[in-house]
């Protein structure tokens, strides 16, 4: 994602790809490619690629993270030790690997409340973006409207429309949360069933979803936004997303430790699902879904019983709410 976004933000403004290591700077610097992650953009000239963080957060405007969210922390530490007042925004969408909490709380204990900070969330696959196929994203700060605004507009180019939203917290929660269900969604695939399933699956998921924002007391418009119910939709629907095939390779009978090996990358929704089923179950949330999903990545049941446990379930109202009563 961070290779994409630099390719299509270069159209409109200077940009600094930063990589850990000089070596990988370097290689990628000379071939323009980065073979591991997209290998099928060419990064153009106009990116500068470096792993000399000092220098391009010296001259920087704005710092777009784009790391996994277990090496989020360490990234902002380092951002926050060399010019701490830059606004930081990322595109990982992941938890507090210890809390479960969102991002944006481990933001303001590193780099502190007067910081501006925020979220770059939507359905947006990385090839894509380098392809700048138009795509529509939203942006979310700790700053007020207009200060959102701004970044949404500096950030807008014309293959990608950013939307500014003032749920800093819910667009957060939406973009974590769509990786479980899009695990869901490839374990539905890989059993066989169709199209009625997965769309059960989808619209229970985002009636699973409200009650859990709810309870953070997010707002129901972004879980039908772009960084919501468009999130959901397009990473239940695609097979390239790491997420859903970490499912297909579950229902084929795979561990979860085969299926994370044969994709050979992050799938964060593996952990996610985890750190939302403990807190739904601190907030009094009734998350079936985000439980099955659980019970397959553990290995305690199987993708069949799973189905067959939630289809048992008892019949209710369909606006029925999740919430249990935790008196």
Request: with cysteine; net charge positive.
């Given at each position: ?55 391009a957060l010296e001259v920087a405007d704005l710092v ?71 795509t529509a994203v939203v942006v979310a700060t700790n700053?007020?409207?207009h200060a959102v605004l701004k970044i949404a507009s ?174």
């Amino acid at each position: 994602m961070g290779t994409a976004l630099a390719i299509n933000l270069s159209k409109k403004s200077a940009v600094t790809l930063l990589f850990k290591s000089i070596q990988e700077a370097d290689h990628i610097a000379e071939s323009r490619i980065n073979l591991r992650y997209l290998p099928e953009a060419r990064i153009p000239a106009e990116v500068l690629i470096s792993a000399d963080r000092e220098a391009a957060l010296e001259v920087a405007d704005l710092v777009l993270i784009a790391s996994p969210v277990s090496a989020f922390a360490e990234v902002l530490k380092s951002v926050a030790g060399i010019r701490r007042e830059v606004p930081v925004i990322w595109s990982c969408k992941g938890l507090c690997p210890l809390s479960g909490e969102p991002l944006s709380v481990q933001a303001e204990k590193i780099l502190g409340s007067k910081a501006c900070f925020g979220v770059f969330s939507g359905p947006s696959f990385a090839a894509s973006l380098a392809a700048n196929e138009p795509t529509a994203v939203v942006v979310a700060t700790n700053r007020k409207h207009h200060a959102v605004l701004k970044i949404a507009s500096g950030l807008s180019n014309e293959s990608l429309r950013v939307y500014a939203n003032s749920d800093l917290i819910g667009v957060q929660i939406c973009g974590a949360i769509k990786n479980v269900y899009a695990i869901a969604a490839g374990v539905i695939d890989g059993c066989g069933w169709r199209e009625n399933t997965r769309a059960a699956m989808i619209t229970r998921a985002v009636a699973e979803a409200k009650c859990y924002l709810e309870a953070h007391d997010s707002k129901r418009s972004t879980l039908m936004g772009l960084s919501g119910f468009g999130d959901i939709y397009l990473t239940c629907g695609s097979r390239t997303s790491r997420n859903y095939q970490v499912g297909m390779a579950l229902a084929a009978g795979n561990t979860l430790e085969e299926a994370l090996s044969s994709i050979g990358h992050v799938a964060e929704g593996t952990i996610t699902a985890r750190l939302i089923l403990k807190r739904a179950k601190v907030l009094g949330v009734d998350m079936p879904l985000v439980q099955a999903v659980n019970d397959i990545l553990d290995g305690s049941k199987t993708p069949h019983e799973c189905v067959a446990a939630l289809m048992a379930r008892e019949i209710r109202h369909e606006k029925s709410g999740s919430r249990k009563n935790t008196r």
